[in-house]
């Protein structure tokens, strides 16, 4: 269980600049979308519910925070095309 919560609380931490990194990607190349939102709100929500969720011991609630953390690419992939 604590290598689980370890993990979650990592990689959702670790997704923050990641996304950050590929929103300026997005805005740089395609200019403002709803991208912006997707990757500006998701990824730091993801790094707290991963935090609280190792500090806790809350299994769901680090689940939740992986999720949160993969969410964004497809999110951002289909209101892309979407809109375009």
Same mark, same amino acid.
């Given at each position: 269980?604590?290598?689980?919560?370890?993990?979650?609380?990592?990689?959702?931490?670790?997704?923050? *600049?990641?996304?950050?990194?590929?929103?300026?990607?997005?805005? %740089?190349?395609?200019?403002?979308?709803?991208?912006?939102?997707?990757?500006?709100?998701?990824? *730091?929500?993801?790094?707290? $519910?991963?935090?609280?969720?190792?500090?806790?011991?809350? *299994?769901?609630? $680090?689940?939740?925070?992986?999720?949160?953390?993969?969410?964004?690419? *497809?999110?951002?992939?289909?209101?892309?095309?979407?809109? %375009?």
């Amino acid at each position: 269980m604590e290598l689980f919560l370890s993990r979650a609380r990592m990689m959702s931490a670790g997704s923050v *600049p990641v996304y950050l990194a590929l929103l300026l990607f997005i805005t %740089q190349e395609e200019g403002w979308h709803w991208s912006f939102l997707v990757l500006c709100v998701l990824p *730091p929500v993801a790094a707290v $519910a991963g935090f609280i969720g190792k500090r806790d011991i809350r *299994p769901g609630l $680090a689940v939740t925070a992986l999720v949160l953390a993969i969410v964004p690419l *497809p999110l951002v992939g289909g209101l892309e095309a979407l809109f %375009q």
